[in-house]
């Protein structure tokens, strides 16, 4: 069973503007990981949050992590063509357990 | 390139063949993971070795499907009898742990498209 829920499940948005998409978890969690998708590929590890911090930073990204409600948010500032993808967040559960637990994805679409 | 690497990107089989995927990961990761996405869906963990060792098997992994990763290095997952439901994105990740800490960032390869016909 898929433990991460993404919301929403699409975004459209255009160039320049940011895009925010969150992620709900069911259980207490190890640390937790988004990633990008385009359309029939692999995933691109974009950043991982450990379950101690609040709030990390990579470039244009920006996540959050509230432990005590059990989500975290992704921020995608000053919006390209090229972050036009799915989104992912997953969740390594807390034990000696390393499967990652993903949720169904938000597509974002980011127009010229 | 270093990343992870998958063969074949894609697959057409007939109902009933058996197929076989192969995943080469990064050099030094010891662990390596299976997981299948369907349309629409977020990737399901299947399995993950740890070196040679097959530590754990998703309840998705039927007895159809066998995964081997023979010294330690790339790995190979096998379907038998396939089954039009086998379809999916087979994708492998392979990652190390920080020693001393508790994260372990997975990598990705670009997939195996499977489809059954």
Same mark, same amino acid.
């Given at each position: 069973?898929?433990?991460?829920?993404?919301?929403?499940?699409?975004?459209?948005?255009?160039?320049?503007?940011?895009?925010?998409?969150?992620?709900?978890?069911?259980?207490?969690?190890?640390?937790?990981?988004?990633?990008?998708?385009?359309?029939?590929?692999?995933?691109?590890?974009?950043?991982?949050?450990?379950?101690?911090?609040?709030?990390?930073?990579? *470039?244009?990204?920006?996540?959050?992590?509230?432990?005590?409600?059990?989500?975290?948010?992704?921020?995608i500032?000053?919006?390209?063509?090229?972050?036009?993808?799915?989104?992912?967040?997953?969740t390594?559960?807390?034990?000696?357990?390393?499967?990652?637990?993903?949720?169904?994805?938000?597509?974002?679409?980011?127009?010229? | 390139?270093?990343?992870?690497?998958?063969?074949?990107?894609?697959?057409?089989?007939?109902? *009933?063949?058996?197929?076989?995927?192969?995943c080469?990961?990064?050099?030094?990761?010891?662990?390596?993971?299976?997981?299948?996405?369907?349309l629409?869906?977020?990737?399901?963990?299947?399995?993950?070795?740890?070196?040679?060792?097959?530590?754990?098997?998703?309840?998705?992994l039927?007895?159809?499907?066998?995964?081997?990763?023979?010294?330690?290095?790339?790995?190979?997952?096998?379907?038998?009898?396939?089954?039009?439901?086998?379809?999916?994105?087979?994708?492998?990740a392979?990652?190390?742990?920080?020693?001393?800490?508790?994260?372990?960032?997975?990598?990705? *390869?670009?997939?195996?498209? !499977?489809?059954? !016909?």
């Amino acid at each position: 069973s898929q433990q991460g829920e993404e919301d929403p499940q699409a975004l459209s948005i255009q160039e320049g503007e940011n895009a925010t998409m969150n992620c709900s978890y069911k259980t207490s969690i190890n640390n937790l990981q988004w990633y990008r998708q385009n359309s029939g590929r692999g995933l691109v590890h974009l950043i991982l949050i450990r379950s101690n911090e609040r709030e990390k930073h990579s *470039g244009r990204l920006r996540v959050t992590l509230d432990t005590s409600k059990k989500s975290s948010s992704l921020l995608i500032t000053a919006s390209r063509a090229a972050d036009t993808a799915s989104y992912f967040c997953a969740t390594d559960l807390r034990s000696n357990d390393y499967k990652l637990s993903f949720g169904a994805g938000t597509t974002v679409t980011v127009r010229a | 390139d270093t990343g992870v690497s998958q063969n074949p990107r894609h697959k057409i089989t007939k109902r *009933g063949q058996n197929v076989t995927f192969r995943c080469d990961p990064i050099s030094e990761h010891n662990r390596l993971y299976w997981y299948r996405q369907t349309l629409g869906q977020g990737p399901e963990f299947l399995t993950y070795f740890q070196n040679e060792a097959q530590l754990e098997k998703s309840r998705l992994l039927s007895d159809r499907f066998s995964a081997e990763r023979p010294k330690g290095s790339f790995s190979t997952l096998e379907i038998q009898r396939t089954e039009q439901g086998d379809s999916a994105m087979y994708l492998c990740a392979s990652s190390t742990a920080d020693r001393g800490l508790e994260t372990d960032t997975q990598y990705f *390869g670009p997939g195996t498209r !499977l489809t059954v !016909l």
